[in-house]
């Protein structure tokens, strides 16, 4: 079997949906190959390059696909890349996305955040997490979920809601506080809610979601982990996109739409992931959510050409060596 690109994941959405993303950019016909990663390459990369013998079994299935591009994403992804490329006797080019906390020596490329503060040759920065839809994307998504939200009076708000974090676990006096600023905004401009939560969101937030906004009645829809058809088609439909603070990956695949695009703080945010939603701010890609939603001059993130022309370069100038 032959695809340009193959994709190693261990099925998480968003890791996974930035895989494909690359492959998008690239113009490459990609196939995604789901894993259980074994605990100590997961953990501990490097070990696949030391002890690659050892583990040479964990990857020996890519030998039935002719590829040409191996891609990963997230640190608990890369000693695969890595495990790879010692045992498939280098045959492809590896491209890893984020910061793999490994010299980038080990991979082919390296695509990160430009918040991530690390400078070679083959690393190339974008300014948020890559997209994996285009417009064409979203049109053909909503096609086949319009009926549902056609109903729905405008402005249309679409609220997508993160959780629970490495960095810290929002109480739910936080939750609430949030939900009850996001009722007002909306009713304020007599719109219509959709809520989309993450696999992050704690259950009993699903229940105080419910009970805050009983009063929308037909003017309001959750959706369920089930259902996530409904992204990205609905920002077709959309007026106002509130994602939360910590959705790094939503915020950059939103801000690539012409949706106003508002960021919600359940708990105020520090480090990275600060600097990159005050980055985002003040080049208007976003607005900090405030409790209020209203149209402003959005610039629309364009980080796809650019990286395109940045990675196929690179690709030739290694080739003629």
């Known amino acids: 079997m032959k695809f340009d690109s193959l994709i ?101 490329i390296l695509v990160v955040p430009k918040h991530d503060q690390l400078v070679a040759k083959n690393v190339f920065k974008t300014q948020g997490a890559l997209t994996f839809f285009t417009q064409k994307d979203i049109d053909f998504s909503y096609k086949l979920i319009k009926e549902k939200f056609n109903p729905f009076k405008r402005p249309l708000v679409f609220l997508l809601l993160g959780g629970d974090n490495k960095r810290y676990k929002p109480n739910y006096s936080e939750y609430c506080r949030f939900l009850l600023n996001v009722k007002k905004a909306v009713e304020n401009i007599s719109g219509s809610l959709v809520i989309s939560t993450s696999r992050r969101t704690p259950d009993k937030v699903l229940k105080i979601i419910k009970l805050i906004f009983v009063s929308f009645d037909k003017n309001f829809y959750l959706i369920n982990e089930k259902e996530k058809k409904f992204y990205p088609g609905i920002l077709k439909k959309t007026d106002y996109v509130i994602v939360t603070s910590d959705s790094v990956n939503m915020i950059s695949e939103v801000a690539t739409t012409d949706s106003m695009l508002f960021v919600g703080y359940i708990r105020e945010e520090n480090k990275k992931i600060l600097k990159f939603n005050k980055f985002f701010e003040n080049k208007s890609y976003t607005k900090k959510f405030n409790g209020h939603l209203y149209n402003y001059n959005k610039i629309k993130l364009a980080d796809r050409h650019e990286l395109k022309k940045q990675v196929t370069s690179y690709i030739k100038e290694s080739l003629k060596k």
């Open 8 to 108: 190693l994941s261990d099925g998480t959405r968003g890791m996974e949906n930035q895989s494909i993303a690359i492959s998008k950019y690239l113009d490459l016909n990609y196939k995604v190959l789901k894993i259980k990663p074994n605990f100590f390459i997961k953990n501990f990369p490097k070990l696949a390059l030391l002890f690659y013998l050892f583990f040479k079994k964990q990857i020996l299935f890519l030998k039935k696909f002719k590829f040409l591009y191996l891609i990963t994403t997230g640190r608990r992804m890369s000693g695969y890349s890595i495990l790879a490329k010692k045992v498939l006797k280098n045959n492809f080019y590896s491209i890893h996305l984020q910061d793999p906390k490994i010299h980038p020596s080990l991979f082919d």
